[in-house]
């Protein structure tokens, strides 16, 4: 398969708390993103992280990437009652032509 | 959302209907893209063009139909042999320069077939 499964599919936080989630794949990647869909409403894309780099920051957004065990994290810190979303990986493979999105991990950020 | 807009965002039809959902994009991408998503679930593609008057089937391509006759505009057709036709479907596109595939979203339109 080449769609990443994410971990957990669903988390629950309070407010201030870091959120960890995960991404697990099985193919060859030229990069891995990571989106966030509010429910009932488009996906929105949050970081792209090429194969040849292994962590990258955006704001409160920190992804890590190890292609030896391939997996990525997504970590949000310092949560927010407006985070509360699904995030979904998405592969793009080497070879491919279009992205391969996990099915969601969502999170629920308690105030 | 921006740059991408789908109509309408609520659809409703009777069973052994066609139904066309419209994608239009003003980001000048050459790529679009099609997907479906049911409730708690990832998305599927259904079907994807690079370049106008051209475009390949996705994952679950089976009783959906699409034409890319302008850059700016890829409708999808839903037809009367698709089996489950109640979804969330999303349009997509992006840029294929820098081959990063980067996707941009519409809003979506939630079908309800009855």
């Known amino acids: 398969s080449q769609q990443g499964e994410e971990d957990p599919q669903a988390l629950s936080i309070q407010e201030g708390e870091n959120a960890t989630m995960n991404c697990s794949y099985k193919?060859?990647?030229?990069?891995l993103q990571w989106y966030r869909q509010n429910s009932g409403r488009g996906l929105v894309h949050l970081i792209l992280?090429?194969?040849?780099?292994r962590e990258k920051h955006s704001g409160r957004l920190r992804v890590t990437l190890d292609t030896s065990k391939k997996s990525s994290s997504l970590l949000i810190t310092a949560s927010r009652a407006a985070d509360t979303a699904s995030y979904f990986c998405?592969?793009?493979?080497?070879?491919?032509?279009?992205?391969?999105f996990g099915t969601g991990t969502r999170l629920t950020v308690i105030p | 959302d921006g740059g991408i807009t789908q109509s309408p965002k609520y659809l409703f039809r009777k069973e052994g209907q066609n139904v066309t959902l419209s994608c239009e994009q003003n980001?000048?991408?050459?790529?679009m893209y099609w997907y479906r998503q049911d409730p708690g679930q990832g998305l599927r593609l259904i079907y994807y063009?690079?370049?106008?008057?051209?475009?390949q089937k996705g994952d679950i391509a089976e009783g959906y139909s699409v034409s890319r006759e302008k850059k700016e505009s890829f409708p999808l057709t839903v037809t009367s042999a698709q089996k489950n036709p109640t979804a969330f479907y999303l349009c997509?596109?992006?840029?294929?320069?820098?081959?990063?595939?980067?996707?941009?979203f519409g809003p979506g339109t939630r079908l309800t077939v009855t």
């Open positions: 997509a596109s992006s840029p294929l320069g820098g081959r990063s595939y980067e996707q941009y």
């Open positions: 193919t060859s990647i030229n990069n």
């Open positions: 992280i090429r194969s040849n780099e």
């Open positions: 998405a592969l793009f493979g080497s070879g491919a032509n279009n992205l391969f």
């Open positions: 980001l000048n991408h050459d790529a």
């Open positions: 063009s690079q370049i106008v008057n051209d475009f």
